[in-house]
């Protein structure tokens, strides 16, 4: 049996003049190496997609983080130069991938800005520069250019009893690697929190009555994905999840046949 596929949306990235349909190598490596899946990269475009075509052909989708943000207006909100940088072709080709992964069962696991996606597909909404509010914490990234000290294991998250994710590494606390400036205020009513940080701070959901692995978590698994634990156990899980997946669906010339 071949590996199966996931889809990982890409970014829009410029470089020397050129443009470029992008995902940060430490995704893919974590698919391949944790999970034991296949990527495709999905170019993003912001118009003339066809979201069933390309689920038609994999079997999860994996929403990285990325250094850009979701447009405010995406959630009711006016955008400031602030709430930059933005990646609207990312937008446009995430959210509906998401919406369409939950609503055929196909598994998800969404990390970082994934996260912030995930709960914007689902209506909710996002707070900015969350580490001027009172009482909230700096998460974003040390100021550091060697990539192991950036993405180091370094703050606490509680799990919630009976969750999703305290099936897969147990409930209370576990050390992440947590960076971001950005977080969920609003959650989409269809979402289930299951971690925060010692500040209150959202760092995991699930959606309620999903009938697959749908998964989003503020800190970033797929770095450590192949030495650190929890990290680990979260990605098996979604390889799990998208081999049964795969599993289930009749193969293409069966399927053809019996059309």
Not at 109 to 127: D, H, K, P, T
Request: net charge negative; hydrophobic share 45%; glycine share 8%.
């Amino acid at each position: 049996m071949t590996k199966p596929i996931v889809a990982i949306p890409a970014d829009i990235r410029s470089l020397d003049g050129a443009t470029w349909h992008a995902v940060q190598h430490q995704y893919v490596r974590a698919a391949l190496n944790a999970a034991g899946v296949m990527a495709f990269i999905i170019p993003a475009f912001e118009e003339g997609y066809d979201t069933d075509a390309i689920l038609d052909r994999v079997d999860g989708v994996l929403v990285s983080g990325s250094a850009s943000n979701v447009h405010p207006s995406l959630y009711g909100l006016e955008a400031t130069e602030a709430d930059g940088p933005f990646d609207p072709a990312r937008d446009a080709t995430s959210l509906p991938l998401i919406r369409r992964a939950i609503d055929r069962a196909i598994p998800l696991l969404a990390i970082c800005r994934g996260i912030q996606e995930l709960n914007v597909a689902l209506g909710g909404s996002l707070a900015s520069e969350i580490q001027e509010q009172p009482g909230i914490w700096d998460h974003r990234k040390p100021d550091v250019t060697d990539r192991d000290h950036m993405y180091a294991i370094r703050q606490s998250v509680f799990i919630r009893e009976g969750s999703c994710i305290a099936g897969i590494v147990g409930a209370g606390e576990i050390r992440v690697n947590s960076l971001h400036r950005q977080a969920i205020a609003r959650t989409a009513p269809r979402l289930q929190v299951e971690a925060t940080a010692e500040d209150g701070t959202i760092e995991a959901v699930s959606v309620i009555g999903a009938k697959a692995f749908a998964v989003g978590v503020q800190w970033h698994p797929e770095y450590w994905a192949e030495t650190d634990k929890p990290s680990n156990k979260l990605f098996t899980a979604f390889g799990d999840a998208v081999r049964g997946y795969a599993a289930s669906r009749l193969p293409p010339l069966r399927a053809q046949a019996t059309a």
